[in-house]
């Protein structure tokens, strides 16, 4: 969890935004705000250094409506859910070395589009960002829990940082809602072996779609 001046809040009609530049130069602030206005900015490592780190945390309390419910446009990403027994959803964004990872695994699509779906019981989406010219791919690991989030915790949190390097790099986060940002440390990292190969593809069942916040990720050199 990041000290209170490296986050800021937002609201209903103000979704929040995360920018990763390939530089490792990492901002989050309200999506409508201009000139700067309560953005937030850390510094962490460049991309073409990272394999198997995660680079941001998503949490959000669930059931219910996100407070910039509306219908997806392009950009987003939306998990669908209806669970009795889900209480708050945790997405970990996880970027691996592309080179690591065989061509014929990941199916040879379009660049820049998710090339795979792990399982069910991964929840996990791949993307390749090679085509921004980064030879990297970004894994979003999601993970509906049973347990409620943290009394503290602000109804829906959006967290950069780097685990290894959190004490000396930082952290910025943005929220909504009562309460303070909860950073969702994924531990331990799963190798991405053990995701890009998928036999079968079970997706949750649902009818209730949870918009998400679209994360821009900057391919700039």
């Keep these: 969890m990041p000290d209170e001046g490296s986050y800021v809040a937002t609201g209903p009609d103000n979704k929040p935004k995360l920018h990763y530049h ?9 999506a409508k705000s201009q000139g ?61 070395d592309r080179n690591q990872i065989p061509e014929s695994s990941i199916g040879g699509l379009i660049e820049g589009a998710p090339v795979n779906l792990a399982s069910g019981s991964n929840n996990t989406v791949l993307v390749d960002l090679s085509g921004y010219g980064l030879e990297a791919v970004l894994g979003l690991h999601f993970n509906p829990m049973p347990e409620k989030l943290p009394v503290f915790a602000a109804d829906f949190s959006l967290v950069s940082f780097h685990l290894p390097h959190i004490n000396t790099e930082g952290a910025v986060a943005i929220h909504a809602g009562p309460g303070i940002p909860f950073a969702a440390l994924m531990h331990p990292i799963p190798s991405v072996a053990a995701i890009h190969q998928v036999a079968a593809i079970d997706l949750i069942p649902s009818n209730v779609p949870m918009i998400l916040p679209e994360a821009q990720i900057s391919g700039d050199a």
């Design 22 to 30: 390939r530089s490792g130069m990492t901002s989050v602030q309200p």
């Design 36 to 96: 700067g206005e309560g953005r937030r900015t850390v510094h962490l490592s460049s991309m073409d250094d990272l394999d198997a780190v995660q680079i941001f945390s998503v949490s959000a309390r669930v059931p219910g409506r996100l407070p910039w419910n509306r219908r997806p446009i392009s950009g987003d990403v939306v998990s669908i859910m209806d669970r009795p027994d889900v209480k708050s959803l945790l997405m970990s964004g996880v970027i691996y």
